[in-house]
């Protein structure tokens, strides 16, 4: 089983649906969880991140942890075509060994139709 | 403020050369990562370095690959004796600050990627 699961898509809804994109883990260690957009050929930029379980919300993004079922879903309302990218999942655990790296997802690649 | 700059941007080699990427952080960043992209594949962690440190290289593979943070200048990803599974997106991230120390994530801000492609 990979650390971190997500479905790669690709995921196509209407222009204004709210879009659920999710990601499943299976290290307990983990306790920071981020959302990464990537566009096409370009590199990814942060877009969400928390720590343990909960929501966060900025804008039109929310993000959720529910850590007892390891689970994580960023949330985008009234979406946009400008959202169109991959979005990837990334968690960090702390384990006092300098566990320095992030664990990525495959990334779940979303088109937002006009 | 300029961001992660990577270069160059597309690289082509043929088996057995050697791969030199680049990257200069951030201004005021002082940790430097190194992921790897394959095609369909997530990034994947490779490197941390600091200033004339490597912090930790539990990604990069035993052999052929090595990076490096001077004191001047950017770090370097050398890849020696390219194979075509090299080929890939070589991303570079920088952060202000050690990331996985409780309550500090430190935002990584990453380059726009240097893809490498082997003959």
């Known amino acids: 089983q990979k650390e971190v699961e997500q479905d790669p898509g690709p995921l196509s809804v209407p222009e204004g649906a709210i879009v659920s994109l999710n990601c499943t883990y299976s290290?307990?260690?983990?306790?920071?969880f981020m959302w990464y957009r990537q566009y096409s050929r370009k590199g990814p930029e942060l877009l969400m991140y928390?720590?343990?379980?909960g929501n966060k919300e900025d804008g039109r993004f929310t993000a959720q942890v529910d850590k007892s079922i390891k689970y994580i879903t960023l949330f985008i309302r009234d979406s946009q075509p400008s959202d169109s990218a991959t979005y990837l999942c990334?968690?960090?655990?702390?384990?006092?060994?300098?566990?320095?790296?992030?664990?990525f997802g495959k990334g779940t690649h979303l088109i937002i139709q006009p | 403020n300029a961001g992660v700059m990577q270069n160059p941007r597309h690289l082509v080699r043929r088996r057995g050369q050697e791969a030199r990427l680049r990257c200069s952080p951030m201004?005021?960043?002082?940790?430097v990562y190194w992921y790897r992209q394959l095609p369909e594949e997530g990034l994947k962690f490779m490197v941390y370095?600091?200033?004339?440190?490597?912090?930790?290289e539990s990604g990069m593979p035993k052999e052929r690959f090595s990076a490096e943070f001077p004191k001047e200048g950017p770090s370097i990803l050398r890849i020696q004796q390219v194979v075509r599974g090299d080929s890939a997106a070589y991303f570079c991230?920088?952060?202000?600050?050690?990331?996985?120390?409780?309550?500090?994530?430190?935002?990584?801000?990453f380059g726009e990627g240097s893809r490498l492609t082997v003959l």
């Open positions: 991230a920088s952060s202000p600050r050690r990331r996985g120390t409780p309550n500090k994530t430190g935002e990584l801000f």
């Open positions: 290290n307990s260690a983990f306790q920071y």
């Open positions: 928390t720590y343990s379980s």
């Open positions: 990334a968690m960090l655990g702390w384990s006092g060994g300098g566990a320095d790296g992030l664990t």
């Open positions: 201004k005021g960043h002082s940790h």
């Open positions: 370095l600091q200033k004339e440190n490597i912090i930790d």
